[in-house]
C-alpha cells in the first residue's frame, strides 16, 4: 500500500479529525495558509519566499460561513470557487494525516473590513485564474483575490504590504526553468520585478497573527 493511500485509509478508518481543538473558534476572514504539492512550480515558490517561523507555504483561502458551513473562497487554476472546508484542509495532508494547514488572523484594527472584503470576495466566484500573475487584469491567483478584497473594503488601501515578484533561483541568478517554460506558453513576458503577494510573505506580515498550526497536534 503506498503511503497516501495508507494515510487516507488511517483516517477514514481510525477517524483522525482535521478539526482544531475544543478551544479553538473558527472566525470568517481566518486565512488558511497551505502547503501545498505541486511539483516543480512548489519547490520554486518556496525557494524565492519565507514564512512565519521558516514555513513553507504555497497557497491560501479566505473562511467565510455560508448557511452555517465553513466554506473557503480560494482561487486556483480552475478558477474562484467556494470550497467545503473539509476538503480544503484534506487536499494535502502530512505523513500523520494533519491537514499541512495554518490559521492566520488579521489584528483588531483590520477585523472591521472582513464582512465588506467577504462581499468583495464572493462576487469574483466564478472569475478566472490569474495565470500572468497580474494584479491590473479582472483574474485573480489565491493572494491577489485576499489582498484586492481587503483593499477594497478599506477604501482603495492595501491592508497587506505588495512586494515586487522574483522568478529568479538565489543560487544560480538564473530565471527558473519552469518558470521559463511556463511564461513562454502562455505567450507573455516573465514578469521579474513586477507588484505582486505570495502566500508565505502575507504570513510575516504585520496586519496577521498566526493562530494556529495543524501539523502540530501530534
Known sequence: MSTAKFVLYFVLFF???????????????????QDGDCGDFCEAIRKVTHGYKGNQFSHNGLIINKNENWMVLEAVTSGVKSTPLEVFLDRHLDKYGNPK?????????????????????????????????????????CSELIHLSLEKANLGNPVFEIHPMTFID???????????KYFEKLGIPVPEGEPGLNPAGMTRDPVIEMVFDFTKKN
Request: hydrophobic content about 35%; charged content about 20%; overall charge negative.
Open 101 to 141: 494547514v495554518h490559521v492566520g488572523r488579521l489584528k483588531t484594527p483590520y477585523r472591521k473590513l472582513i464582512p465588506e472584503a467577504i462581499s468583495h470576495a464572493q462576487i469574483l466566484i466564478g472569475k478566472p485564474y490569474d495565470h500572468g500573475f497580474n494584479l491590473f487584469n479582472d483574474a485573480y491567483y
Open 15 to 33: 477517524g483522525i479529525s482535521c478539526q482544531p481543538p475544543k478551544d479553538f473558534t473558527w472566525n470568517e476572514g481566518d486565512i488558511l495558509f
Open 170 to 180: 538565489p543560487d544560480t541568478g538564473e530565471t527558473f526553468p519552469i518558470w521559463i
